[in-house]
């Protein structure tokens, strides 16, 4: 089972952009289907964007021409690009990983939008 851990995080004024990444440790990552969940205050966490192990994306359509996940397995890494963020951006996101009934939660890291 891989150890997935976000990072880039932070405050951010509207129409900016972030880039997150999610390294993981483990053996097999280029194994898992790799996805970027959120959950703002308040809210049930929900998921963002999602990369098969060929590369495959898919987007919730509120993100969608904003975001861009991505992976190097050769790193271990998964990325989220956001660009354009808007307030209702603001959560904790979350990086997970899943392979067969094997699933993988990162610690989740801060993002915030606001001027």
């Known amino acids: 089972q891989v150890q997935l851990v976000e990072s880039g995080g932070g405050l951010v004024q509207p129409g900016g952009s972030l880039k997150l990444s999610c390294a993981a440790s483990g053996i097999g990552f280029s194994r898992y289907v790799m996805a970027w969940y959120r959950q703002a205050p308040g809210k049930q966490r929900e998921l963002v964007a999602t990369?098969?192990?060929?590369?495959?994306?898919n987007y919730a359509d509120s993100v969608k021409g904003r975001f861009t996940i991505s992976r190097d397995n050769p790193k271990n890494t998964m990325y989220l690009q956001m660009n354009s963020l808007k307030p209702e951006d603001t959560a904790v996101y979350y990086c997970?990983?899943?392979?067969?009934?094997?699933?993988?939660w990162g610690q989740g890291t801060q993002v915030t939008v606001s001027s």
């Open positions: 990369i098969t192990i060929t590369g495959i994306t």
């Open positions: 997970n990983g899943r392979l067969d009934l094997v699933v993988s």
